[in-house]
Protein backbone atom coordinates (compact mmCIF):
# COMPACT_ATOMS: atom_id res chain seq x y z
CA UNK A 1 0.00 0.00 0.00
CA UNK A 2 1.43 3.30 -0.70
CA UNK A 3 0.34 6.99 -1.39
CA UNK A 4 -0.39 8.42 -4.96
CA UNK A 5 2.81 10.17 -6.26
CA UNK A 6 0.82 13.27 -5.61
CA UNK A 7 0.29 12.65 -2.73
CA UNK A 8 1.87 16.25 -1.22
CA UNK A 9 -0.42 18.24 -2.98
CA UNK A 10 -3.30 16.61 -1.39
CA UNK A 11 -1.79 16.92 2.00
CA UNK A 12 -1.83 20.94 1.09
CA UNK A 13 -5.45 20.74 0.71
CA UNK A 14 -6.12 19.08 3.47
CA UNK A 15 -4.25 21.53 5.30
CA UNK A 16 -6.49 24.24 4.26
CA UNK A 17 -9.99 22.65 5.46
CA UNK A 18 -9.24 20.83 8.39
CA UNK A 19 -8.37 23.42 11.79
CA UNK A 20 -5.25 22.45 13.10
CA UNK A 21 -4.12 20.03 10.77
CA UNK A 22 -1.56 18.02 11.80
CA UNK A 23 1.04 16.32 8.39
CA UNK A 24 2.18 13.29 10.41
CA UNK A 25 -1.18 12.56 12.08
CA UNK A 26 -3.12 13.56 8.01
CA UNK A 27 -0.43 10.59 6.67
CA UNK A 28 -0.91 8.15 9.36
CA UNK A 29 -4.32 7.85 9.48
CA UNK A 30 -4.37 7.86 5.26
CA UNK A 31 -2.30 5.06 5.38
CA UNK A 32 -4.10 3.22 8.46
CA UNK A 33 -7.59 3.16 6.09
CA UNK A 34 -9.20 1.33 3.81
CA UNK A 35 -12.38 2.88 2.12
CA UNK A 36 -15.32 0.90 0.83
CA UNK A 37 -17.65 0.68 -1.80
CA UNK A 38 -20.22 -1.79 -2.39
CA UNK A 39 -23.18 -1.54 -5.23
CA UNK A 40 -25.16 -4.16 -6.96
CA UNK A 41 -26.33 -5.25 -10.18
CA UNK A 42 -28.90 -2.40 -10.21
CA UNK A 43 -26.43 -0.22 -9.74
CA UNK A 44 -24.04 -1.42 -12.01
CA UNK A 45 -26.47 -1.32 -15.11
CA UNK A 46 -28.63 1.72 -14.57
CA UNK A 47 -27.05 4.64 -16.70
CA UNK A 48 -26.71 6.68 -13.23
CA UNK A 49 -25.67 4.21 -11.38
CA UNK A 50 -22.95 3.60 -13.69
CA UNK A 51 -21.77 7.17 -13.68
CA UNK A 52 -22.00 7.64 -9.79
CA UNK A 53 -19.76 4.82 -9.31
CA UNK A 54 -16.89 5.71 -11.71
CA UNK A 55 -16.44 9.50 -10.51
CA UNK A 56 -16.86 8.04 -7.19
CA UNK A 57 -13.51 6.17 -7.73
CA UNK A 58 -12.34 8.52 -9.60
CA UNK A 59 -12.14 10.75 -6.46
CA UNK A 60 -11.39 8.56 -4.20
CA UNK A 61 -8.61 6.88 -5.84
CA UNK A 62 -7.04 9.81 -6.18
CA UNK A 63 -6.53 10.21 -2.05
CA UNK A 64 -6.90 6.74 -0.55
CA UNK A 65 -4.19 4.43 -1.02
CA UNK A 66 -6.10 1.47 -0.10
CA UNK A 67 -9.85 0.78 -1.47
CA UNK A 68 -12.24 -2.36 -1.19
CA UNK A 69 -14.66 -2.62 -4.14
CA UNK A 70 -17.71 -4.78 -2.83
CA UNK A 71 -19.72 -5.68 -5.83
CA UNK A 72 -22.76 -8.02 -5.50
CA UNK A 73 -23.82 -10.00 -8.73
CA UNK A 74 -22.33 -11.15 -12.31
CA UNK A 75 -22.97 -7.52 -13.71
CA UNK A 76 -21.55 -5.80 -10.36
CA UNK A 77 -18.80 -8.09 -10.34
CA UNK A 78 -18.18 -6.98 -14.44
CA UNK A 79 -17.77 -3.54 -13.37
CA UNK A 80 -15.75 -3.99 -10.02
CA UNK A 81 -12.91 -5.04 -12.64
CA UNK A 82 -13.20 -2.26 -14.13
CA UNK A 83 -13.22 0.13 -11.55
CA UNK A 84 -10.26 -1.59 -10.14
CA UNK A 85 -8.25 -0.71 -13.17
CA UNK A 86 -9.57 2.59 -13.57
CA UNK A 87 -8.05 2.69 -9.64
CA UNK A 88 -4.89 1.85 -10.31
CA UNK A 89 -4.12 3.95 -13.34
CA UNK A 90 -4.97 6.60 -10.95
CA UNK A 91 -2.58 6.03 -8.53
CA UNK A 92 -0.82 2.68 -9.35
CA UNK A 93 0.68 2.07 -6.49
CA UNK A 94 -2.66 1.62 -5.14
CA UNK A 95 -3.95 -1.58 -2.60
CA UNK A 96 -7.03 -3.59 -3.29
CA UNK A 97 -8.37 -5.11 -0.40
CA UNK A 98 -11.13 -6.85 0.61
CA UNK A 99 -12.35 -5.05 3.84
CA UNK A 100 -13.43 -1.60 4.82
CA UNK A 101 -15.19 -0.29 8.03
CA UNK A 102 -16.17 3.17 6.28
CA UNK A 103 -17.53 3.17 2.60
CA UNK A 104 -19.77 4.16 0.34
CA UNK A 105 -22.67 1.76 -0.73
CA UNK A 106 -24.78 2.97 -3.78
CA UNK A 107 -27.84 2.52 -5.20
CA UNK A 108 -30.62 -0.20 -3.47
CA UNK A 109 -28.99 -3.69 -2.13
CA UNK A 110 -25.73 -2.75 -1.59
CA UNK A 111 -23.76 -4.23 1.02
CA UNK A 112 -23.74 -2.02 3.89
CA UNK A 113 -20.07 -1.28 6.05
CA UNK A 114 -19.36 -1.07 9.57
CA UNK A 115 -20.07 2.94 8.73
CA UNK A 116 -21.65 3.58 5.95
CA UNK A 117 -22.62 6.18 3.44
CA UNK A 118 -25.11 5.75 0.94
CA UNK A 119 -25.23 7.45 -2.03
CA UNK A 120 -27.88 7.75 -4.88
CA UNK A 121 -29.46 9.73 -7.81
CA UNK A 122 -32.38 10.43 -9.78
CA UNK A 123 -31.82 12.77 -13.07
CA UNK A 124 -30.23 16.23 -11.88
CA UNK A 125 -30.90 15.23 -8.14
CA UNK A 126 -28.10 14.02 -5.91
CA UNK A 127 -28.64 12.37 -2.40
CA UNK A 128 -26.52 11.01 0.02
CA UNK A 129 -27.77 9.25 3.19
CA UNK A 130 -26.12 7.97 6.66
CA UNK A 131 -29.49 6.24 7.85
CA UNK A 132 -30.55 3.91 4.55
CA UNK A 133 -30.30 3.22 0.97
CA UNK A 134 -30.25 5.47 -1.78
CA UNK A 135 -32.16 4.16 -5.13
CA UNK A 136 -30.28 5.58 -8.63
CA UNK A 137 -32.14 6.35 -11.42
CA UNK A 138 -31.74 4.89 -15.13
CA UNK A 139 -32.12 8.62 -16.88
CA UNK A 140 -29.24 9.87 -19.07
CA UNK A 141 -28.51 12.74 -16.85
CA UNK A 142 -25.17 12.37 -15.11
CA UNK A 143 -25.82 15.47 -12.84
CA UNK A 144 -27.15 14.36 -9.70
CA UNK A 145 -25.14 11.11 -9.85
CA UNK A 146 -21.94 13.61 -10.32
CA UNK A 147 -22.88 15.52 -7.35
CA UNK A 148 -24.34 12.61 -5.29
CA UNK A 149 -20.47 11.56 -5.73
CA UNK A 150 -18.66 14.47 -4.91
CA UNK A 151 -21.33 14.59 -1.58
CA UNK A 152 -20.03 10.81 -0.68
CA UNK A 153 -16.73 12.20 -0.89
CA UNK A 154 -16.91 14.81 0.72
CA UNK A 155 -18.96 12.59 3.96
CA UNK A 156 -16.29 9.80 3.67
CA UNK A 157 -13.24 12.80 3.92
CA UNK A 158 -15.15 14.23 6.92
CA UNK A 159 -15.60 10.81 9.07
CA UNK A 160 -12.24 9.75 8.27
CA UNK A 161 -9.66 12.42 8.32
CA UNK A 162 -11.33 16.01 9.31
CA UNK A 163 -13.40 15.19 12.55
CA UNK A 164 -13.23 19.41 12.90
CA UNK A 165 -16.01 19.22 10.23
CA UNK A 166 -19.77 18.58 10.52
CA UNK A 167 -20.67 14.88 11.00
CA UNK A 168 -22.07 13.60 7.73
CA UNK A 169 -26.23 13.69 7.83
CA UNK A 170 -28.02 13.09 4.96
CA UNK A 171 -28.71 15.33 2.18
CA UNK A 172 -29.73 16.38 -1.43
CA UNK A 173 -28.72 18.84 -4.03
CA UNK A 174 -30.42 19.56 -7.11
CA UNK A 175 -28.36 20.40 -10.42
CA UNK A 176 -31.37 22.05 -12.02
CA UNK A 177 -32.73 24.33 -9.21
CA UNK A 178 -32.11 28.08 -9.75
CA UNK A 179 -33.42 30.64 -7.03
CA UNK A 180 -36.83 29.05 -8.00
CA UNK A 181 -37.72 25.42 -8.35
CA UNK A 182 -37.18 24.26 -12.24
CA UNK A 183 -39.34 21.37 -12.94
CA UNK A 184 -38.09 18.64 -15.46
CA UNK A 185 -41.73 19.36 -17.42
CA UNK A 186 -40.02 22.96 -17.90
CA UNK A 187 -37.25 21.60 -20.18
CA UNK A 188 -37.68 21.28 -24.33
CA UNK A 189 -38.79 18.39 -25.40
CA UNK A 190 -37.18 18.18 -28.22
CA UNK A 191 -33.10 17.65 -28.53
CA UNK A 192 -31.00 19.20 -26.08
CA UNK A 193 -28.47 21.56 -28.39
CA UNK A 194 -25.60 23.60 -26.90
CA UNK A 195 -25.91 26.84 -28.85
CA UNK A 196 -24.00 27.41 -31.85
CA UNK A 197 -20.68 28.81 -30.48
CA UNK A 198 -20.08 27.72 -27.52
CA UNK A 199 -16.57 27.80 -25.48
CA UNK A 200 -15.32 25.83 -22.04
CA UNK A 201 -12.32 27.97 -21.04
CA UNK A 202 -10.09 26.31 -18.84
CA UNK A 203 -9.76 22.71 -18.66
CA UNK A 204 -8.32 22.02 -15.22
CA UNK A 205 -9.74 20.73 -12.52
CA UNK A 206 -13.11 22.36 -12.69
CA UNK A 207 -12.61 22.26 -16.46
CA UNK A 208 -12.25 18.27 -16.39
CA UNK A 209 -15.12 17.71 -13.98
CA UNK A 210 -17.17 19.70 -16.22
CA UNK A 211 -15.85 17.46 -19.71
CA UNK A 212 -16.97 14.27 -17.55
CA UNK A 213 -20.15 15.48 -17.32
CA UNK A 214 -20.75 16.94 -20.70
CA UNK A 215 -19.43 13.40 -22.27
CA UNK A 216 -21.86 11.55 -20.19
CA UNK A 217 -24.72 14.27 -20.92
CA UNK A 218 -28.05 14.29 -23.98
CA UNK A 219 -26.33 17.14 -25.63
CA UNK A 220 -25.64 17.31 -29.05
CA UNK A 221 -23.82 20.70 -30.70
CA UNK A 222 -20.04 21.40 -30.37
CA UNK A 223 -18.00 22.72 -27.53
CA UNK A 224 -14.82 24.28 -28.02
CA UNK A 225 -12.11 24.23 -25.25
CA UNK A 226 -9.54 26.00 -24.47
CA UNK A 227 -6.38 26.06 -22.12
CA UNK A 228 -2.76 26.59 -22.76
CA UNK A 229 -1.29 24.33 -20.45
CA UNK A 230 -0.15 20.54 -20.45
CA UNK A 231 -1.17 18.04 -17.27
CA UNK A 232 1.45 17.79 -14.70
CA UNK A 233 1.57 15.42 -11.99
CA UNK A 234 0.46 18.08 -9.12
CA UNK A 235 -2.61 18.27 -11.09
CA UNK A 236 -3.48 14.57 -10.74
CA UNK A 237 -4.47 15.46 -7.05
CA UNK A 238 -7.58 16.69 -8.16
CA UNK A 239 -8.24 16.50 -12.43
CA UNK A 240 -10.77 13.41 -12.19
CA UNK A 241 -10.13 12.81 -15.63
CA UNK A 242 -6.74 12.27 -15.24
CA UNK A 243 -4.71 9.05 -15.17
CA UNK A 244 -0.81 8.96 -14.78
CA UNK A 245 -0.77 8.26 -18.48
CA UNK A 246 -1.46 11.57 -19.10
CA UNK A 247 0.44 13.65 -17.89
CA UNK A 248 2.40 15.67 -19.94
CA UNK A 249 -0.87 15.96 -22.18
CA UNK A 250 -2.29 19.23 -23.45
CA UNK A 251 -5.30 19.80 -21.43
CA UNK A 252 -7.78 21.15 -24.45
CA UNK A 253 -6.22 18.53 -26.46
CA UNK A 254 -7.41 15.83 -23.62
CA UNK A 255 -10.60 16.85 -22.55
CA UNK A 256 -11.30 17.51 -26.05
CA UNK A 257 -10.47 13.71 -26.90
CA UNK A 258 -12.58 12.43 -23.87
CA UNK A 259 -15.98 13.95 -25.47
CA UNK A 260 -15.21 12.89 -28.73
CA UNK A 261 -14.56 9.07 -27.72
CA UNK A 262 -17.90 9.15 -26.04
CA UNK A 263 -19.51 10.09 -29.19
CA UNK A 264 -17.59 7.43 -31.23
CA UNK A 265 -18.94 5.05 -28.47
CA UNK A 266 -22.42 6.66 -29.08
CA UNK A 267 -22.87 8.09 -25.76
CA UNK A 268 -23.82 10.99 -26.86
CA UNK A 269 -23.83 13.35 -29.70
CA UNK A 270 -21.20 16.25 -28.87
CA UNK A 271 -18.34 16.74 -30.54
CA UNK A 272 -15.67 18.77 -29.04
CA UNK A 273 -12.94 21.32 -30.43
CA UNK A 274 -9.75 21.99 -28.39
CA UNK A 275 -7.55 24.89 -29.03
CA UNK A 276 -4.60 24.56 -26.60
CA UNK A 277 -3.92 28.35 -26.24
CA UNK A 278 -5.04 30.82 -23.71
CA UNK A 279 -8.61 32.90 -24.10
CA UNK A 280 -6.79 35.49 -26.28
CA UNK A 281 -5.46 32.63 -28.48
CA UNK A 282 -8.54 30.59 -28.78
CA UNK A 283 -10.32 33.71 -29.95
CA UNK A 284 -7.39 34.10 -32.30
CA UNK A 285 -8.10 31.02 -33.62
CA UNK A 286 -11.44 29.98 -33.59
CA UNK A 287 -13.67 34.02 -33.65
CA UNK A 288 -14.48 36.36 -31.20
CA UNK A 289 -18.03 36.24 -30.86
CA UNK A 290 -19.50 33.36 -28.70
CA UNK A 291 -23.17 32.38 -28.04
CA UNK A 292 -22.15 30.87 -24.35
CA UNK A 293 -18.89 30.95 -22.54
CA UNK A 294 -17.99 28.85 -19.84
CA UNK A 295 -15.69 30.26 -17.28
CA UNK A 296 -13.31 27.51 -15.56
CA UNK A 297 -10.72 29.42 -15.18
CA UNK A 298 -8.17 29.71 -11.34
CA UNK A 299 -7.90 33.88 -11.51
CA UNK A 300 -10.61 37.06 -10.62
CA UNK A 301 -8.33 38.48 -13.88
CA UNK A 302 -8.99 35.12 -16.35
CA UNK A 303 -12.81 35.79 -15.39
CA UNK A 304 -12.54 39.03 -15.98
CA UNK A 305 -11.17 38.32 -19.40
CA UNK A 306 -13.99 35.75 -20.15
CA UNK A 307 -16.55 38.58 -19.56
CA UNK A 308 -15.21 41.24 -20.94
CA UNK A 309 -15.48 39.27 -24.63
CA UNK A 310 -19.15 39.93 -24.65
CA UNK A 311 -20.24 36.24 -24.68
CA UNK A 312 -24.15 36.41 -24.67
CA UNK A 313 -24.53 34.07 -22.22
CA UNK A 314 -21.98 33.39 -19.71
CA UNK A 315 -22.15 31.05 -16.64
CA UNK A 316 -18.73 30.92 -13.96
CA UNK A 317 -17.33 28.48 -11.69
CA UNK A 318 -14.79 28.69 -8.38
CA UNK A 319 -13.83 26.98 -5.67
CA UNK A 320 -12.05 28.88 -2.95
CA UNK A 321 -11.21 28.50 1.12
CA UNK A 322 -14.85 28.14 2.54
CA UNK A 323 -16.93 27.46 -0.65
CA UNK A 324 -17.35 26.66 -4.03
CA UNK A 325 -20.10 27.38 -6.14
CA UNK A 326 -21.24 28.25 -9.67
CA UNK A 327 -23.25 32.11 -11.49
CA UNK A 328 -25.08 32.08 -14.67
CA UNK A 329 -25.48 35.39 -15.70
CA UNK A 330 -27.38 37.67 -17.18
CA UNK A 331 -25.17 40.63 -18.98
CA UNK A 332 -27.71 43.21 -18.80
CA UNK A 333 -30.64 42.43 -16.02
CA UNK A 334 -28.04 41.04 -13.15
CA UNK A 335 -24.47 40.50 -11.64
CA UNK A 336 -22.22 39.68 -14.19
CA UNK A 337 -18.86 37.98 -13.75
CA UNK A 338 -16.81 40.57 -13.21
CA UNK A 339 -19.01 42.36 -10.78
CA UNK A 340 -18.49 39.28 -8.77
CA UNK A 341 -14.47 39.95 -8.66
CA UNK A 342 -14.63 43.71 -8.10
CA UNK A 343 -12.20 44.71 -5.10
CA UNK A 344 -13.98 44.92 -2.06
CA UNK A 345 -11.52 47.33 -1.05
CA UNK A 346 -7.73 48.39 -2.75
CA UNK A 347 -6.58 45.90 -4.65
CA UNK A 348 -3.43 44.78 -3.67
CA UNK A 349 0.07 44.92 -5.84
CA UNK A 350 1.96 41.83 -7.27
CA UNK A 351 4.16 42.53 -5.36
CA UNK A 352 2.46 42.71 -2.03
CA UNK A 353 0.52 39.46 -2.87
CA UNK A 354 4.21 37.56 -3.69
CA UNK A 355 6.10 38.99 -0.81
CA UNK A 356 2.57 37.79 1.56
CA UNK A 357 2.97 34.38 0.16
CA UNK A 358 6.25 34.17 1.20
CA UNK A 359 6.06 34.75 4.21
CA UNK A 360 7.88 38.05 4.08
CA UNK A 361 5.33 40.90 3.99
CA UNK A 362 7.87 43.69 5.67
CA UNK A 363 10.48 42.88 2.46
CA UNK A 364 7.91 44.01 -0.05
CA UNK A 365 10.53 46.73 -1.30
CA UNK A 366 13.41 43.81 -2.08
CA UNK A 367 10.88 41.79 -3.36
CA UNK A 368 9.17 44.85 -5.73
CA UNK A 369 13.00 45.18 -6.86
CA UNK A 370 13.49 41.41 -8.10
CA UNK A 371 10.14 41.47 -9.65
CA UNK A 372 11.47 44.24 -11.50
CA UNK A 373 14.97 43.21 -12.29
CA UNK A 374 13.88 39.33 -12.94
CA UNK A 375 17.00 37.55 -10.67
CA UNK A 376 16.96 35.07 -8.55
CA UNK A 377 16.67 35.80 -5.10
CA UNK A 378 19.87 35.58 -3.25
CA UNK A 379 21.01 33.47 -0.36
CA UNK A 380 20.38 35.62 2.86
CA UNK A 381 16.26 36.05 1.14
CA UNK A 382 15.94 31.89 0.52
CA UNK A 383 16.93 31.38 4.06
CA UNK A 384 14.65 34.47 5.46
CA UNK A 385 11.54 33.03 3.41
CA UNK A 386 12.13 29.33 4.38
CA UNK A 387 12.55 30.17 7.93
CA UNK A 388 9.25 32.16 7.96
CA UNK A 389 7.80 30.00 5.72
CA UNK A 390 9.33 26.82 8.60
CA UNK A 391 10.26 24.70 5.60
CA UNK A 392 13.43 23.66 5.19
CA UNK A 393 16.18 25.51 3.83
CA UNK A 394 17.34 22.87 1.36
CA UNK A 395 13.64 22.40 -0.14
CA UNK A 396 13.83 26.23 -1.06
CA UNK A 397 17.29 25.40 -2.30
CA UNK A 398 16.87 22.44 -4.17
CA UNK A 399 14.39 23.84 -6.22
CA UNK A 400 16.59 26.60 -7.31
CA UNK A 401 13.99 28.98 -8.25
CA UNK A 402 15.04 31.11 -11.34
CA UNK A 403 13.53 34.42 -10.40
CA UNK A 404 11.20 35.37 -7.60
CA UNK A 405 7.97 34.83 -9.46
CA UNK A 406 9.35 31.59 -10.47
CA UNK A 407 9.36 30.48 -6.72
CA UNK A 408 5.99 32.22 -5.75
CA UNK A 409 4.51 30.44 -9.10
CA UNK A 410 5.54 27.26 -8.92
CA UNK A 411 6.77 26.96 -5.38
CA UNK A 412 3.89 28.66 -3.58
CA UNK A 413 0.92 28.29 -5.95
CA UNK A 414 2.01 25.42 -7.32
CA UNK A 415 2.85 23.56 -4.44
CA UNK A 416 6.75 23.00 -5.04
CA UNK A 417 7.39 24.02 -1.23
CA UNK A 418 4.69 25.44 0.46
CA UNK A 419 4.56 23.80 3.98
CA UNK A 420 1.69 21.50 5.52
CA UNK A 421 0.37 23.63 8.14
CA UNK A 422 -3.06 25.40 9.43
CA UNK A 423 -4.51 28.38 9.25
CA UNK A 424 -5.51 31.05 6.97
CA UNK A 425 -4.75 30.53 2.83
CA UNK A 426 -4.85 33.00 0.93
CA UNK A 427 -7.13 32.20 -1.98
CA UNK A 428 -4.35 32.62 -4.63
CA UNK A 429 -2.26 29.95 -2.93
CA UNK A 430 -5.85 28.15 -2.41
CA UNK A 431 -5.73 24.39 -3.52
CA UNK A 432 -8.90 22.50 -3.41
CA UNK A 433 -9.85 18.56 -2.46
CA UNK A 434 -10.87 16.81 -5.26
CA UNK A 435 -14.05 16.76 -4.71
CA UNK A 436 -14.44 20.62 -4.25
CA UNK A 437 -13.45 20.96 -7.67
CA UNK A 438 -15.80 18.30 -9.23
CA UNK A 439 -18.63 19.77 -7.53
CA UNK A 440 -18.34 23.06 -9.00
CA UNK A 441 -17.61 21.62 -12.60
CA UNK A 442 -20.32 18.97 -12.36
CA UNK A 443 -22.62 22.10 -11.88
CA UNK A 444 -21.19 24.63 -14.12
CA UNK A 445 -21.82 21.78 -17.13
CA UNK A 446 -25.05 21.06 -15.87
CA UNK A 447 -25.97 25.29 -16.08
CA UNK A 448 -24.84 24.54 -19.62
CA UNK A 449 -27.50 21.64 -20.06
CA UNK A 450 -29.96 23.44 -18.32
CA UNK A 451 -29.71 26.38 -20.62
CA UNK A 452 -29.40 23.96 -24.14
CA UNK A 453 -32.95 22.71 -22.82
CA UNK A 454 -34.09 26.07 -22.81
CA UNK A 455 -34.11 27.33 -19.78
CA UNK A 456 -33.45 31.26 -19.66
CA UNK A 457 -32.95 32.97 -16.11
CA UNK A 458 -34.52 36.55 -16.09
CA UNK A 459 -31.69 37.57 -14.24
CA UNK A 460 -28.26 36.07 -12.51
CA UNK A 461 -28.41 33.57 -9.97
CA UNK A 462 -25.31 32.28 -7.89
CA UNK A 463 -25.38 29.17 -6.58
CA UNK A 464 -22.64 28.54 -3.11
CA UNK A 465 -22.16 25.54 -1.41
CA UNK A 466 -19.83 24.70 1.53
CA UNK A 467 -18.58 21.19 0.70
CA UNK A 468 -17.26 20.44 4.48
CA UNK A 469 -21.01 20.57 5.41
CA UNK A 470 -24.60 18.99 3.89
CA UNK A 471 -26.06 21.54 1.32
CA UNK A 472 -28.53 24.02 2.01
CA UNK A 473 -31.85 24.18 1.17
CA UNK A 474 -31.60 26.63 -1.04
CA UNK A 475 -27.70 27.43 -2.06
CA UNK A 476 -28.93 29.85 -5.09
CA UNK A 477 -29.86 33.06 -4.75
CA UNK A 478 -30.41 35.84 -7.08
CA UNK A 479 -27.42 38.83 -7.73
CA UNK A 480 -27.67 42.38 -8.68
CA UNK A 481 -24.87 44.28 -10.68
CA UNK A 482 -22.17 45.97 -7.99
CA UNK A 483 -24.05 48.94 -6.55
CA UNK A 484 -21.22 51.20 -7.27
CA UNK A 485 -21.31 51.64 -10.89
CA UNK A 486 -17.91 50.55 -11.85
CA UNK A 487 -18.39 47.28 -13.39
CA UNK A 488 -17.93 46.49 -17.20
CA UNK A 489 -21.35 45.78 -17.44
CA UNK A 490 -22.10 49.39 -16.22
CA UNK A 491 -20.04 51.00 -18.51
CA UNK A 492 -21.99 52.32 -21.76
CA UNK A 493 -19.31 51.73 -24.34
CA UNK A 494 -19.31 48.07 -23.42
CA UNK A 495 -23.66 47.93 -22.68
CA UNK A 496 -23.81 49.00 -26.80
CA UNK A 497 -21.74 46.46 -27.65
CA UNK A 498 -23.15 43.90 -26.52
CA UNK A 499 -26.69 45.24 -27.45
CA UNK A 500 -25.69 45.36 -31.04
CA UNK A 501 -23.98 42.56 -31.05
CA UNK A 502 -26.89 40.22 -29.22
CA UNK A 503 -29.43 42.27 -30.69
CA UNK A 504 -32.11 40.20 -29.20
CA UNK A 505 -30.42 39.38 -26.37
CA UNK A 506 -32.67 37.78 -23.91
ZN1 LIG B 1 -20.65 43.59 -13.89
Redesign the pocket.
Known sequence: MALAPYYDKAAIAAAQVIAGFDPSTFQRSLEGTSVGLSFADQAATSREGGALLDLTVRLLARLYPTLALRPSGPAASKLAEELSALARAINPQLDLADEADVGVAVGIDATPWTQTIYAGSDAWQGRVSVTGPCPVGDTPIPFGAGAAACLAASAIFRLLLDPTGPTPSDGQLSCLDGAAPILEADLADEEWCLPSRTVLVGAGAIGQAATWALARSPLTGTVHIADHEPIDVGNLQRYVLSTTADIGKPKATFAAEHINAAAAEDTNRLSAIPHDTDWVGARADAGTEWEAALAAVDSAAARRAVQASLPRWAANAWTQPGDLGTSDHNFLRG??I??LYLPAGRSRNEDELVAEALGVPDLVHEIRTLLYQGTPPPPDLLATIAARLGVDLETVKQFDPRSIRDLYVRGICGGAVLPLRSGAVHAEVHVPLAHQSALAGILIAARLARRAAGIVLPGTEVTRLDVRSHPPARPTQPAA??PRGL????DKDYVSAFSQQWSSAD
Do not use: E, I
Not at 487 to 490: D, G, N, T
Open positions: ACACKDCLCQ
